[in-house]
């Protein structure tokens, strides 16, 4: 085997087992969180010293070495960072990093529901909405596509803490919540916000937008433009005024970093194998707008992983 090529089989040899042993970054990042870590380094309100740590993990000083290492891992995959102290005999310290900040339990926008479904997947709706309190940072990103509307109706809103905020933010906005009829049972609005049990391929209240936030990506082709005429009825009495607002991905692999890729990707393999569903690239989406009769749309791409897409009829 000549240099080339030794090289290239050392980094295939590399990829594949960093591909293997990748199934442990979930399994760790479990695992902190039923340790709580994330918590603790938040309620000591600056970094914690691996020492302190051990201390309130109430792990015995032997296993010192378990700890440290387990946190050298996750701060590798950018779950926590590590500080270095120039005084105290180079003694370690950890803070919390972006992505472990939505970890922290009293956090607004905590999102361990959704890591938790990886070993319980009962409890989907609490799971939903723990995502769903991110749209306030949507909403204020992007009043312009609300404030115009006096109605909204939420297909597929599970339990109303999308439309919450949606009311919460636009105080003139009326907002339904249609879910199927065992999901919204029960459940209380107010004299903005109703709940309407009924199956979005039968029918959908009259609005001036229909919202479909993580909806579409269950379905496949057929019933994605099935769902969206249903859609397109809801809002015809507006005219060209009425709108659908979409937020689901959007895959770019020529675009996005390799983290965001990795992420719609992902989803898109959850998605196939849960639902026959998918994540679709803009001329995908194209074509089901096409197929559903509607004329232009207009993506926004500045939401994270999910992109937030107007489709006009
Ligand atoms: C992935 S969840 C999204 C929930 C919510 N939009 C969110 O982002 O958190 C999909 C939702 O569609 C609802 N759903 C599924 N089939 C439906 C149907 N035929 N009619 C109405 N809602 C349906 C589910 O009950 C669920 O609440
Ligand atoms: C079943 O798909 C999985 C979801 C999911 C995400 C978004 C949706 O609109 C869904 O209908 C389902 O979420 C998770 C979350 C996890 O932590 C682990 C998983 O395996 C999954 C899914 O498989």
């Not at 993990?57 to 120039?86: C, T, W, Y």
């Not at 809103?157 to 439309?163: D, F, H, L, V």
Request: include cysteine.
């Amino acid at each position: 085997m000549d240099n080339q090529n030794a090289i290239e089989f050392f980094e295939g040899q590399n990829l594949l087992y960093m591909q293997i042993f990748g199934n442990l970054r979930p399994v760790c990042l479990m695992w902190a969180c039923e340790l709580g870590i994330p918590d603790i380094i938040s309620n000591h309100g600056k970094p914690i010293t691996l020492l302190e740590l051990v201390s309130a993990l109430q792990i015995p000083p032997s296993k010192v070495g378990f700890v440290k290492r387990f946190m050298r891992f996750l701060a590798h995959n950018r779950i926590f960072d590590i500080h270095e102290s120039q005084e105290d005999h180079h003694e370690l310290a950890y803070a919390l990093t972006p992505a472990s900040k939505l970890l922290v339990n009293d956090s607004i926008h905590c999102l361990s529901p959704m890591l938790q479904f990886m070993t319980d997947p009962c409890n989907f709706f609490l799971v939903m909405a723990s995502d769903s309190r991110m749209v306030d940072l949507v909403l204020k990103n992007c009043t312009s596509i609300f404030e115009e509307l006096d109605s909204i109706v939420d297909v597929g809103g599970g339990t109303g803490t999308t439309a919450r905020i949606i009311c919460e933010t636009f105080p003139k906005l009326k907002c339904v919540v249609l879910d199927l009829p065992h999901v919204v049972a029960n459940l209380t609005g107010s004299n903005r916000l109703s709940f309407v049990g009924s199956d979005m391929f039968k029918s959908i209240p009259q609005a001036d937008a229909v919202l479909l936030k993580w909806v579409l990506h269950d379905w496949n082709e057929e019933n994605c433009i099935k769902i969206l005429k249903r859609c397109k009825d809801s809002i015809s009495s507006k005219g060209n005024r009425g709108k659908i607002i979409i937020i689901d991905a959007v895959i770019n692999e020529k675009l996005d970093d390799q983290d965001k890729t990795q992420t719609k990707l992902c989803m898109d393999i959850a998605m196939m194998i849960a639902f026959n569903g998918n994540e679709r690239t803009e001329e995908e989406w194209k074509q089901l707008f096409i197929g559903a009769g509607f004329q232009h749309y207009k993506i926004y791409h500045t939401f994270g992983f999910r992109s937030l897409i107007e489709v006009y009829p």
